[in-house]
């Protein structure tokens, strides 16, 4: 089998039990009733219907939990995906997002094969805090019109600031029993009690409840089957289709594509770490992608929305005791029943209801407690979320993410810079080990010697040059120590050269000394070694001030 590609599933059904199908049956059929209402609510979010959400969760929560390199992970709809679904479907129509998420699927797929798991995880934290409370405002915006009950016969925009506006202008419209529904579903929710939410969760607890309520007592309120029809969720799913390509739009569906796949890998490898440490286990973050990859593709083919691994659906799972990936393709096959033998009741479930659910996922998803902890970040990291978390609101979630992507890698090359250091040496010296530093030594007359440390690649390389234009007089060798360099990128190679090349210009010598493994691999790949010379690469200070004085000889001579 592919490195790249190994289904826990298969790993899992050696030896797999009785015992442990039936606990998979028990948690998948829990998981498939939490993910029911979740999932129709985020299908109204995303301006699509209820049954489009579900379609989702069949389609990918299957896929994902038949190829995942997770064991428990259950996959679906999430509401990270929200803003950008919201704006591709305006912008591109329903077949532009279809091949949207096509593209994303396959993104991923390539993620995985080309082992980028392990560095989705190194994505800085207050990028994705900073987009994800971002997410939480936008989705809560998205939910006060059917919270409040507000009568609005115009189109709402997409974006953030001609939402509010609009929902400004209409807030004199403000259904009362709406409100009323929505506020005591909310309320039931954060409040049902946790060690009755393992079995019976309190969204489902709340649309149930809500829905009866407001049948028996004829409360007027808009249902799902008042605004989407009988047939609110279809009786059966819909079968493949493989949607219109507009080729004149593929250009611009290429960035939100990229941002859906890294949505999603960084969601699903989050939610995958943390399961990890409830069930004491390992996942492969390569096969994960390709799984999620495979899950997008075949949710794109039925018409369903981007998918990523869900962190609460997760959960939920692991608590009511899964085992293995059965788990999450039981959850589907419930979903999936649901659709052919209950749909029509559907038609009845209050949006209040649906709309409260998504308010109280907005609440939980924002860590709000970041904004408490600013004043104790550096400000660089301060700006850097704040930034992503106003960008992320006010333009779109693409911008965002590409912006704090930049400006993450500008800190991170203004900390590398920050922690590459050239001193130097003498025999006063205690840092280093003795070997690698002039204690007992004496330095050779018109020998300078230098310690670089930390990584030296971009934005550290105008260190050398910079150390040597401030000595009164030139030395004819530089001895550069080596020992705490441990990385070397293309431009400390070219920064070494051109330092190289100056010292010749004016008739002097380097020496190299205690050079690391990866440093000097990259040299002799470079050529430098060879230009250089082996003779002037040195593995300790003894060596080195040998070959120094070698050469101080020579030019003597």
Not at 18 to 26: E, G, N, Q
Request: hydrophobic share 50%; glycine share 8%; net charge positive.
């Amino acid at each position: 089998m592919l490195s790249f590609f190994r289904p826990r599933l298969l790993q899992t059904l050696r030896g797999y039990t009785r015992a442990d199908f039936f606990a998979d049956v028990i948690a998948g059929v829990t998981v498939g009733i939490i993910a029911l209402a979740l999932s129709m609510a985020l299908g109204i979010a995303s301006d699509r219907t209820p049954g489009v959400g579900i379609v989702t969760a069949i389609i990918a929560g299957f896929l994902n939990a038949a190829l995942s390199g997770s064991k428990v992970q259950i996959a679906g709809p999430t509401a990270a995906f929200i803003p950008i679904v919201v704006g591709v479907a305006q912008n591109y129509g329903v077949d532009g997002l279809v091949v949207c998420t096509l593209i994303a699927g396959l993104i991923l797929i390539l993620m995985g094969i080309s082992r980028l798991g392990v560095m989705i995880k190194y994505i800085p934290m207050p990028v994705i805090a900073g987009f994800t409370a971002g997410i939480a405002i936008y989705i809560f915006s998205t939910q006060v019109r059917d919270f409040l009950g507000l009568r609005i016969e115009e189109k709402v925009p997409a974006e953030f600031v001609g939402k509010v506006l609009v929902l400004a202008k209409h807030v004199g419209s403000i259904h009362w029993p709406s409100t009323a529904v929505a506020l005591g579903s909310v309320l039931l929710i954060k409040f049902w009690p946790r060690k009755w939410a393992t079995r019976v969760p309190g969204t489902i607890v709340a649309v149930i409840l809500g829905t009866a309520l407001v049948a028996a007592l004829h409360v007027p309120v808009e249902t799902l089957g008042s605004r989407f029809g009988p047939e609110a969720i279809p009786r059966t799913l819909p079968p493949p289709h493989w949607p219109h390509i507009d080729w004149s739009h593929l250009s611009g569906l290429v960035r939100p594509a990229f941002t859906i796949a890294l949505l999603a890998s960084i969601e699903s490898l989050l939610c995958a770490v943390v399961s990890d440490g409830m069930i004491e286990d390992k996942h492969d973050s390569n096969t994960e992608l390709c799984a999620l990859g495979a899950a997008n593709i075949g949710s794109a083919l039925f018409g369903g929305l981007p998918a990523t691994g869900a962190l609460a659906r997760t959960a939920a799972n692991i608590r009511s005791g899964a085992r293995t990936p059965v788990a999450g393709i039981v959850h589907s096959i419930t979903l999936l029943l649901v659709v052919l033998l209950a749909a029509p009741l559907a038609q009845f479930i209050p949006l209040p209801v649906l709309s409260a659910v998504l308010v109280v996922v907005a609440l939980n998803m924002g860590e709000w407690h970041h904004f408490a902890r600013l004043r104790h970040w550096p400000t660089s990291d301060g700006v850097v979320y704040l930034l992503t978390f106003v960008l992320t609101v006010f333009t779109d979630i693409t911008v965002a993410v590409e912006v704090g992507m930049v400006l993450a890698s500008v800190l991170f090359i203004r900390r590398i810079s920050e922690t590459t250091k050239l001193t130097s040496v003498d025999e006063r010296d205690l840092d280093y080990d003795p070997e690698h530093s002039l204690r007992g030594r004496t330095l050779p007359s018109g020998v300078a010697a230098f310690q670089l440390q930390g990584a030296f690649m971009f934005g550290a390389a105008d260190r050398l040059d910079a150390v040597l234009s401030r000595r009164e007089q030139r030395p004819r060798v530089v001895i550069l120590g080596m020992k705490r360099v441990l990385a070397l990128d293309a431009t400390g190679l070219h920064a070494l050269e051109e330092f190289h090349h100056h010292l010749r210009r004016r008739g002097s010598h380097l020496v190299i000394s205690a050079v690391h493994t990866q440093p000097f691999m990259a040299l002799s790949k470079g050529g430098f070694v060879a230009a250089l010379g082996e003779k002037n690469f040195c593995a300790n200070m003894d060596q080195a001030l040998a070959r120094a004085a070698e050469l101080v000889a020579a030019q003597s001579v």
